[in-house]
């Protein structure tokens, strides 16, 4: 059994993973009008995953023997501006997101969970992985510009990613 504070907390991050995932899916959307198909792709998958990470939490509140509370998942909000500010957008989102599973172990700490405490690393390496995946992505697109050609190779290249289903 976890305490409540650790419950709401961890529903509170199954609501953070799923906003994510329609952050993601609605920018998918934008890349694909612009038809850029690659970062389309690409913003897919990380939509595909955040489900994921949604939920393993989902799973873990059910394990430890709490409630699940699914609150409304706001419309996804960004700028819908050139493919490196979208990304620099990512980049804060992600941030934020770090942010938040910092304060989850944090509290879990501070309650002396440490099943809860052992959990949340599984994400907070997953957030190193996905800010330095982002950063490299903005890196390449700063320095090779917002040129077709160059739009052109990193597109190909982004649609590569394939979807690995995530668990625990
Ligand atoms: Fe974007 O990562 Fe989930 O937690």
């Known amino acids: 059994m976890i305490s409540d504070k650790i419950k709401d907390i961890l529903n ?4 953070k993973e799923f906003y994510s995932a329609y952050l ?5 959307a934008y890349f694909a009008e612009m038809g850029l198909y690659g970062f389309s792709n690409w913003t897919k998958i990380q939509s595909q995953e955040e ?16 409630q699940v ?6 419309a996804p909000i960004f700028d819908m501006k050139s493919p490196v ?34 959990f ?16 490299k992505i903005i890196s390449k697109l700063k320095i090779f ?10 597109d190909r290249e982004l649609s590569k990613r394939k979807y690995t289903q995530h668990s625990y």
């Open 145 to 154: 510009g917002d040129e077709k050609a160059s739009l052109y190779l990193l």
């Open 85 to 118: 500010e979208i990304f620099e957008q990512i980049y804060a989102h992600e941030r934020s997101i770090t942010s938040a599973i910092d304060c989850v172990a944090q509290m879990s700490e501070g309650e002396c969970d440490l099943a809860t405490r052992n």
């Open 69 to 74: 509370k699914l609150c409304p998942i706001d």
């Open 120 to 135: 949340v690393d599984l994400y907070l390496k997953e957030q190193i992985e996905e800010e330095a995946s982002v950063s």
């Open 51 to 66: 489900i994921d990470h949604g939920l393993i939490l989902f799973e873990y509140v059910i394990d430890r023997k709490s």
């Open 12 to 15: 509170e991050q199954i609501n």
């Open 24 to 28: 993601y899916l609605s920018m998918s």
